[in-house]
């Protein structure tokens, strides 16, 4: 009887240890995910922005994306130059595997503007897991 009783004791404390050892971890370090802006267009009035994200890392697994603030600076069509800085309307779902990437198309809500041309810079924070699988 001691020996189902300890079984099952070392049963109950495995199974409320295992959430610690699998809980995520945040970052910002862009050298585990990396953002490329692809393209930056209007649509029915709203700022949109598509790019990748790139898990760099083998043996970890990117679990969500946190925040996201983008600053894009335009070019106007007379040369001068103007900002925009904001946070999308949502954020989507973003589950990378080690080395996986992923398309994202962000919508930043209304927007007035013309440019011919544009550069941004991004700064956002997510979630990982270590290992490789889910």
Known sequence: MRKWLLAFAVLIFSLCLSPMAFAAEHSADTMILDWR????????GELCV?????????????TKLDEMILQITFTGTDGKTFQFIGHPKRLPMLKLPANGSKKVTFNFGPFSGEWKDWATKED???SYINGSRW
Request: proline share 0%; aromatic share 20%.
């Open 37 to 44: 802006t692809e393209k930056v267009w209007m649509e029915h």
């Open 50 to 62: 598509r790019g990748t994200f790139y898990n760099r890392r083998s043996d970890l697994t990117v």
């Open 124 to 126: 956002y924070s997510f």
